[in-house]
């Protein structure tokens, strides 16, 4: 699946992907040249799942808890909501 994602984009990996260790901490530092294709900067979120027997690290997008827009977001209590769903929820009050 990486494979077939770098494909498109000019990049080209090796299937059995690159190899990194962890260092003391437990830390990994993804590579550069994945981050640069990804549009991943300094700082920014990563989300990261377990997928089967993978660890999965994603760009993080924020998104509507309700109807997942990335549009017009606000956060309440940890949660993000977009204006529409809120405007929705408004209405039932
Ligand atoms: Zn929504």
């Known amino acids: 699946m990486?494979?077939?994602?770098?494909?498109?984009?000019?990049y080209c990996m090796k299937p059995t992907g690159i190899v990194r260790r962890l260092d003391n901490l437990g830390r990994i530092v993804p590579p550069m040249e994945m981050r640069r294709v990804l549009g991943i900067e300094d700082r920014d979120a990563l989300?990261?799942?377990?997928e089967g027997d993978a660890i999965v690290m994603r760009k993080y997008v924020p998104t509507c808890v309700f109807c997942g827009s990335t549009d017009e977001l606000t956060e309440y209590k940890e949660r993000t909501v977009c204006s529409h769903c809120l405007h929705e929820l408004a209405k039932k009050l």
């Not at 990486?2 to 000019?10: A, C, E, L, M, P």
């Not at 989300?47 to 377990?50: A, G, Q």
Request: glycine content about 16%; hydrophobic content about 30%.
């Open 2 to 10: 990486v494979y077939s994602q770098f494909q498109g984009k000019g």
């Open 47 to 50: 989300e990261i799942t377990l």
